[in-house]
């Protein structure tokens, strides 16, 4: 089936909807994105497609806001590495950490199906939200400009390991009603 498909030349970049991007990098980057599925009070949303950011920070204005998270299915992870191993040579994954989700898991079952078709490579981006974006970002522009595929793989690592995040919460109510934080 693949093998009548034309594929690019070039390296596909996949992260989950735990990275935010400035509106229209996904696009102008050509970053592929799996997005996880958002719970609140009951009400199940496609993170970033069926609820934006903002409509999400709003409903958390509810103190009864009950806000949860679950990865992306494994069906969805194989549909996204199927239609780019049918484009792409090769695609680097990069996701939110395994310790918070088992997204990566689900991403490397989903890539093992396809693995025989081309070079694959699931990392754990150890952030979420915008440092994660930034990371992501930096791979789509090394894959942009042909950089190939274990020096991107080394960058990221390196940025990884380079990346340290400085956040202040006004309050840690919604960290602990998510399950992400416990007192």
């Known amino acids: 089936q693949h093998s009548t498909l034309k594929r690019e030349q070039g390296i596909a970049i996949l992260t989950d909807s735990g990275a935010d991007f400035p509106e229209g990098t996904v696009h102008y980057l050509n970053i592929h994105t799996v997005p996880l599925q958002l719970s609140i009070n009951g009400n199940t949303y496609i993170d970033k497609v069926s609820i934006s950011s903002e409509e999400f920070f709003e409903q958390l204005k509810n103190p009864d806001a009950k806000p949860k998270t679950s990865q992306p299915s494994l069906g969805d992870f194989k549909r996204q590495y199927d239609y780019l191993m049918s484009h792409y040579e090769s695609i680097i994954a990069i ?29 754990d981006c150890k952030n979420v939200s915008a440092s994660q974006g930034l990371i992501v970002m930096q791979a789509a522009r090394a894959a942009q400009a042909g ?7 080394n ?29």
């Open 95 to 123: 996701h939110i950490p395994k310790k918070s989700s088992g997204t990566l898991n689900t991403s490397q079952k989903a890539a093992d199906t396809v693995a025989h078709l081309g070079k694959i490579s699931i990392i």
């Open 147 to 153: 950089m190939p595929h274990d020096d991107i793989v």
């Open 155 to 183: 960058m990221i690592n390196t940025s990884i390991q380079n990346t340290q995040v400085v956040m202040t919460l006004a309050d840690l109510e919604y960290a602990v009603q998510g399950g992400r934080l416990s007192l």
